[in-house]
């Protein structure tokens, strides 16, 4: 289960043989957030969101999680449809 807040993000690890007191969450990002409900959606095994800095891949995040090598910018779509308000 992904839950994402504003600005931070996290995978539970849901057992249906555990309580919910006893579920393990994974911590994903304290800077990256979803901007609100709805803005998120399947796409593959992989899960797609849109945050503050454009749209972002849930499995590209873990990745860099455990290599910093594998970072590279992300351009903010946003930027081309709104241009006024990217600014």
Same mark, same amino acid.
């Given at each position: 289960?992904? !839950? /994402? ?7 539970? @690890? $849901?057992?249906? !043989?555990?309580?919910?007191? %006893?579920?393990? =969450?994974? /911590? &994903?990002?304290? %800077? $990256?957030?979803? &901007?609100? =409900?709805? *803005?998120?959606?399947? !796409? ?16 590209? $995040? ?5 290599? !910093? @090598?594998?970072?590279?910018? %992300?351009? @903010? ?6 241009? *006024?308000?990217?600014?």
């Amino acid at each position: 289960l992904a !839950v /994402f807040k504003r600005s931070s993000a996290y995978i539970y @690890n $849901i057992d249906p !043989v555990q309580t919910v007191a %006893t579920m393990t =969450r994974e /911590f &994903v990002s304290h %800077t $990256i957030g979803c &901007v609100g =409900r709805r *803005a998120a959606c399947k !796409v593959g095994a992989d899960i797609w969101f849109y945050s503050d800095g454009g749209v972002r891949s849930l499995a590209r $995040i873990l990745s860099a999680a455990l290599s !910093v @090598n594998c970072r590279t910018p %992300t351009r @903010n779509p946003s930027a081309r449809l709104y241009p *006024a308000q990217s600014k």
